[in-house]
């Protein structure tokens, strides 16, 4: 949001016309969205609302916002217009109708028959237009039903520039003029005719009452287009006389405001009376502008539209403005002498006098002065006292001399009588007699500023020590005391009562009478500021200037006045102050300025605050009266405005959180947001109220409420679940333990079974690898090598004999033992059976060279079952050329250890027969106790072995022995 600026706009006029209100210039450089307008209005509401070249904007005191239609032709809107809904209504030059309604510009209607730029009124829910033939068009607002009129309006004709009236509007039809008190003219019947008068049928024609009747102002193309004022009396036109410059102006509006005429041209308002038939100007303002609206808001500001020169703001129409007494653009007001209410001298620091008489301005031709400090007038001699830089000049009002008297510098000057001055200066206070030219020493030491009391004979002066009266009767001095300290500050002042005040360094205004302390005004009970650059006393009433404006007050009745920048008082660098009877004259670096006392206290509406936005954790939000928030999303942004001139600047918030806080907290100056972070749950209203920042009274506040709700983890239901999910996660837990537990023990259980059974298996297996038959065998083997005496042999069969049974018992000690073991054991196995079978036997073998014997695990006492049975059922019976072949290979793809045991020998199907004519109950070993060990390895071991059995067969299909083959998942 962009912050306005005060500029203060000094126009320069006619000597004459030497003095104006004090106004506010606002520009593109102040935030202002255009510089060329066309009309003002204000609503209800306090918005003031801008038709301009850009579009229409609504002003709300801190922003511009604008307001468009996407239908809308153009950029420029005109007419601003309220209905009795409270309405804005505007149109354009192609013809289009719009109003504001909810935030919105809606366009009304496009009329085909509309053109360029006509005048419209709303009148008894009827737009009734100046269409392009000069008919009179009527438009029902809530139907948009056309109605047009019989009646010819004359060219250029504009509805009357009068106060919203519901009985009537007025209109020139051909020659005549009329009172016009329906919608439909003459159509319905019901048109009243008010006057009739000979008016010719060209050229626009401005209507307004003014003392209960009716004028109006219009072209005379007769005399070069010059203007015509008339009144109708009797059915007749009655010719007003007005001034030439008016004449030759351009008359955009005729307003009645404080009972004057304001007339609005294209240079300049006339501000102006009609007595006896004659128009007399008693103002004339912004001559060098176009002004084409003006507006009287509800807090009684003055607000001028211009033509390319943006908006001029009057704040307060008594604080007026001299302009025409400076050269080369300096303002700086030193001093100022009165001589009486209407009458005084003004010093600048350019060395320039002036007296300013009657609103007239007369320069005073003094020589020889330059950055004049002081002025002081003496009635009695009529002369003029002026201290400056360069000089010190007595000059005579009445035969224009002047005398260089005794040279000083003074930092103020009082008038004693004809021949005496008092004066505050550097090193002392002091007597200037004009006689003798020369200075009179009261005290030595620095003084500020000093007054002199007619009735008693008596000099008040400001130390730098202290606060003294000088008795010059009997040449005394007493120090004034407050507390029994001393009373340091600057400007002292004086009434008729004999009360004396000085203003302090830092601590206010100090009153005191016969020495005794008897008011004190201070920032407690209203000062602005410790500040203060003027000070004088009148009667009951001391006048502060000071760096935030001027104030009043009473030290009876406690009542202060404040006149600031909100009544265009731009600034606070005043020079000097003086009262006379009701007139408070002032200068500053702007210039000179005065009001009456007795006006200038403007009353203002009371502030009406409004919340303009609300976002939640930084997100916009709409606005409602109730928000309902969770407590980890309570961050709130809540921000409010007042309508009204640059009401940031000049207004004061505080606000409280009812149900958090008691107190209301006041905000800082120009803010107008508060930011929440967080509240605890629960249910709250926040309160804000405004007031304006020079007054002490607040509105009535406006509030929102606020529920926060908690967090769901504090909250009993979040309690409730929590342990119920705690309980269940509890039970859950030591169910699961529990469960766990079981099939851990069932596991090991199946574990030990398992193995039990493995430990059996393996008995069984090596109970079958060392059966009876074997071993018998194996001793036989030695036996006959002993008999034969082949002792060597006998030693070496016995040896491969007892490692085979070691590694047999050994083996059955493990679950697991290396390849590398499993194959020598085999192989050591085979050499004793090649033994049995006569040589008769040959065996191979064949080890993939891609196997790491040493590191891969094979169950013990596995294999060898497969290759005893290949020899006890396979090549036993067979009778020759007896061959077993041994292949360790390993599959790749599925990492798996393939064994096979390959004979030439009978086939499975021959050994079947020869088993069933043996024993009958025999069960060969491969079909029960390995099949077993097979089922209990896979369950207990992690590994995954399979048992293939198929016969080998030649072309023929004739078997020529069996093919056993065991995979067995490789183990690491």
Known sequence: MRRLLLILCFLSVQVHYGQQAVSIHLTEKDGLPDIEFYDIAEDQEGYIWLAADKGLYRYNGSEYT???????????????????????????????????????????????????????????????????????????????????????????????????????????????????????????????????????????????????????????????????????????????TFPENIAKTKVNHAYIIDNKLWILTNSGVFISKIINDELITIEHLYPEYFISDVLVDSNLNYWFTTINNGVFVVPNQELKIYNSIYKNNKKDISDIAIIDSENYYVATLNGKISKISS??????????????????????????????????????????????????????????????????????????????????????????????????????????????VHDLNTNTVTEILNNNKPVLGSIVAINNNEIACIATHNNGVIGFKNNKKLFHFNTKNGLQSNTINGLQFKDNTIWVATDKGIQSYNYLTKKSINITKQDGLASGNINTLKVVDNQVVFGSNLGLFHFDTNKIEKERQTLKPYFTSISIAEKDTILQKTYTLKQDNSEIRIAFNTNGLQTKEFVEYAYKIEGYNKQWIPLENNVNFVKINTLPSGKYTFKVKAKNKFSTTFSKPISIQLKITSLFYKTWVFYFLMLIIIASIIWYYFNKKTKRLQKEQAIQLEKAIISEELVLTQLENLRSQMNPHFIFNALNSIQDYIILNEKKLARQYLVKFSRLIRTYLEHSQTNEVTLNEEIKTLNLYLELEKERFDDDLSFHIHIDESLDVDAILVPSLFIQPYVENALKHGLLHKTKNKKLQLNFLKDNDSNFLICEIIDNGIGREASAKIRTQQTINHKPFATSANQKRIDLINRSLNKKVTLKIEDVVDKNLEVQGTKVILKIALTL
């Not at 020659?175 to 008190?181: A, F, L, M």
């Not at 329906?182 to 008068?197: E, G, Q, R, S």
């Not at 070069?224 to 009797?234: E, F, G, M």
């Not at 400090?373 to 009002?397: D, G, H, M, P, W």
């Open 66 to 240: 604008l307001f468009t239609n996407p239908q809308k032709k153009g950029r420029s809107l005109f007419g601003l217009t309220f209905d009795a809904k409270g309405r804005l209504w505007c149109n354009n030059l192609a013809g289009q109708f719009f109003y504001v309604e909810n935030e919105k510009l809606i366009l009304f209607k496009e009329f085909e028959s509309v053109k360029f730029l006509c005048d419209f009124i709303i009148f008894k829910n009827h737009l009734i237009i100046n269409n392009n033939n000069n008919e009179a068009l009527s438009v029902n607002i809530e139907t948009k039903e056309e109605t047009f009129t019989s009646i010819k309006l004359n060219q250029g004709n504009s509805f009357s520039d009068l106060e919203p009236n519901p009985s009537h509007f007025h209109q020139t039809l051909g020659r005549s003029t009329y009172k016009i008190e329906d919608p439909f003219f003459k159509n319905k019947k019901l048109i009243k005719t008010f006057t009739k008068h000979n008016i010719t049928e060209r050229g626009q024609i401005k209507f307004f009452e003014f003392e209960n009747t009716l004028f109006y102002f219009k072209e005379d193309f007769s005399n070069q287009s010059k203007l015509i004022l008339s009144k109708i009396v009797n059915n007749e036109s009655v010719r007003i």
């Open 359 to 468: 609103n007239k301005v007369e320069n005073i031709d003094i020589q020889n002065i330059n950055e004049v400090f002081n002025i002081a007038y003496n009635k009695q001699n009529n002369t003029l006292l002026v201290s400056s830089r360069e000089s010190n000049i007595i000059y005579n009002l009445k035969t224009k001399k002047q005398q260089t008297i005794y040279r000083f510098y003074s930092k103020s000057i009082t008038t004693i009588d004809k021949d005496n001055y008092l004066l505050s200066l550097p090193y002392s206070a002091a007597i200037y007699n004009v006689k003798k030219d020369s200075v009179s020493i009261l005290r030595n030491a620095r003084s500020y500023s000093s007054v002199y009391d007619n009735n008693t004979n008596k000099a008040y002066v400001s130390y730098i020590d202290g606060f003294r």
